[in-house]
């Protein structure tokens, strides 16, 4: 069944329209779980914004860190797409979450923040944290929408904890659908009743370990093949098991950014 949409607002479905129209020009595939709405607000999913960029083809310069902190990093990131440059600035400051001693329906620990604390960026449990990491995804990500023109009118998922999928998202399907677009048959919006993202099944620091020892990896490769190479190694995917959903697409997220940077240089040479 389709999800609820907010009739009331008859901008937002110019907005919605907008950014699939952004993607199909871009000739990015996206499916119907890929964009939603949090209170009227259209929020597309943080791996579908890297594909577009990706798509366009933008040029990135060495992010500048502003803040580097234990628990916070602030980067400004640079981006250019041909004679068109748009910058963003990127923050990320950890709130850790306690125990409350309740269980979800999924039987996992409901955490709250600790009293007198504040962030923007959630970690549960035993899941590494990556400040940079998220600071870095969130800036690129502002600045890929604001060169496709989207800015103000589409939201990144890792803007905030809240822009996440939740059982009170309003989904976007009624667009494709009512369009009778060709992808109506994609694959349906995200159940209420998925689990939480994936925690880190190692300690921080065996995590940051992990992390530190790929991307080394990935910064050294001078050839696309060893990208191929490196995501369909045994090591490579037990280690990606062993990491949380944000160490994992972080890593992931370096290597598409080297492996796209090598395919333009070797199509410029």
Do not use: C
């Amino acid at each position: 069944m389709a999800g609820r949409r907010n009739n009331n607002d008859g901008d937002n479905r110019a907005k919605l329209d907008k950014i699939y129209e952004v993607f199909d020009k871009h000739n990015v595939p996206v499916d119907r779980g890929a964009i939603w709405e949090v209170q009227g607000t259209p929020v597309v999913k943080h791996k579908d914004v890297e594909r577009l960029g990706a798509a366009m083809g933008i040029k990135w310069e060495k992010p500048q860190i502003l803040r580097a902190e234990a628990y916070e990093a602030v980067i400004i990131v640079f981006g250019s797409v041909g004679d068109k440059s748009e910058w963003s600035i990127g923050e990320a400051k950890i709130m850790e979450m306690i125990d409350t001693g309740r269980k979800n329906n999924w039987g996992k620990a409901i955490r709250e923040p600790k009293e007198g604390t504040f962030g923007n960026y959630v970690v549960t449990g035993n899941q590494a944290a990556y400040p940079y990491a998220m600071a870095e995804k969130r800036a690129k990500d502002r600045v890929i929408l604001k060169l496709a023109d989207l800015h103000g009118d589409a939201y990144s998922s890792e803007e905030a904890d809240d822009f996440r999928q939740a059982d009170n998202d309003e989904r976007s399907d009624n667009r494709r659908d009512n369009r009778g677009d060709s992808r109506s048959d994609a694959k349906p919006a995200a159940n209420d009743d998925k689990p939480p993202a994936r925690e880190a099944s190692v300690s921080k620091e065996d995590g940051q370990a992990i992390v530190q020892h790929w991307v080394k990896q990935i910064d050294e490769m001078t050839r696309t093949k060893q990208a191929m190479d490196i995501a369909a190694s045994k090591e490579f995917i037990a280690d990606m098991k062993k990491l949380s959903s944000n160490g994992e697409d972080y890593v992931m997220g370096k290597l598409s950014d080297k492996s796209q940077e090598l395919k333009r240089a070797a199509h410029a040479g």
